[in-house]
């Protein structure tokens, strides 16, 4: 089976770093993407990683290491608008996306 | 702008009913996906399929069944409705290839149970 686990919830103050943390045991590996989802929304695609290290888009970046089965999604200089969950998911074969059960971020003034 | 399109926001049926949950994608996407979206247990892979009249068992079948006559349309189906099944359904789609990444998720179908 596959085993992905992240953080129930954080809560940081707005302008600030959160830094939400991944780590997974599955039975294979081809990438590992992070998701938002507003409450009420679709998921949407913030980031792919296939390859160990540091990807960075904007506001955002995403850290793997395939080795530790450990990734973190950074989200810098916080907005209101950044309130939402986030679901990290592993492709483990061809096809197959498997998701953690998300980490709900809370944005204070 | 990509679209994927679930027929029904919100449903209530009853036990025993048989209940159809329709998506529709407009980018010629191969492969299409049902999950089910549970607090605490995130989203689960119901079935996908990987080209027209194919398909493919996830992590959760049981009690669910598929069709995908046509590329753009993957329908999932609850043969007979059970109070556990009461959830918020999630259709995706996104093109061939393991290379190709992210999903496109439809806004979701809230399905009540009584």
């Known amino acids: 089976g596959q085993n992905i686990d992240q953080p129930t919830e954080m809560t940081a103050t707005e302008g600030a770093i959160v830094q939400i943390n991944c780590t997974y045991q599955?039975?294979?590996?081809?990438?590992l993407f992070w998701y938002q989802q507003h409450a009420g929304e679709a998921p949407t695609f913030l980031s792919y990683?296939?390859?160990?290290g540091l990807e960075e888009k904007g506001r955002f970046s995403s850290f793997l290491s395939r080795s530790k089965g450990y990734s973190y999604l950074l989200l810098k200089e916080l907005q209101m608008k950044d309130s939402a969950s986030y679901l990290c998911?592993?492709?483990?074969?061809?096809?197959?996306?498997?998701f953690g059960a998300g980490t709900t971020v809370t944005v204070r003034a | 702008d990509v679209k994927v399109t679930q027929s029904s926001r919100y449903l209530v049926k009853r036990t025993g009913e048989k209940v159809f949950l329709e998506c529709v994608q407009d980018?010629?996407?191969?492969?299409m996906f049902w999950y089910r979206q549970d607090p605490g247990l995130g989203l689960r892979l119901i079935y996908f399929?990987?080209?027209?009249?194919?398909?493919e068992k996830g992590d959760i079948p049981e009690g669910y069944s598929v069709s995908r006559e046509k590329k753009e349309r993957f329908s999932l189906i609850l043969e007979s409705a059970s109070t556990n099944q009461t959830s918020m359904y999630l259709c995706?789609?996104?093109?061939?290839?393991?290379?190709?990444?992210?999903?496109?998720f439809g806004e979701g179908s809230r399905l009540t149970v009584l």
């Open positions: 980018m010629d996407h191969e492969n």
């Open positions: 399929s990987y080209d027209v009249k194919m398909k």
């Open positions: 995706a789609s996104r093109e061939r290839g393991w290379e190709a990444g992210e999903l496109f």
């Open positions: 998911a592993v492709r483990d074969g061809d096809y197959k996306l498997s």
């Open positions: 599955t039975s294979g590996f081809n990438g």
């Open positions: 990683n296939v390859l160990d």
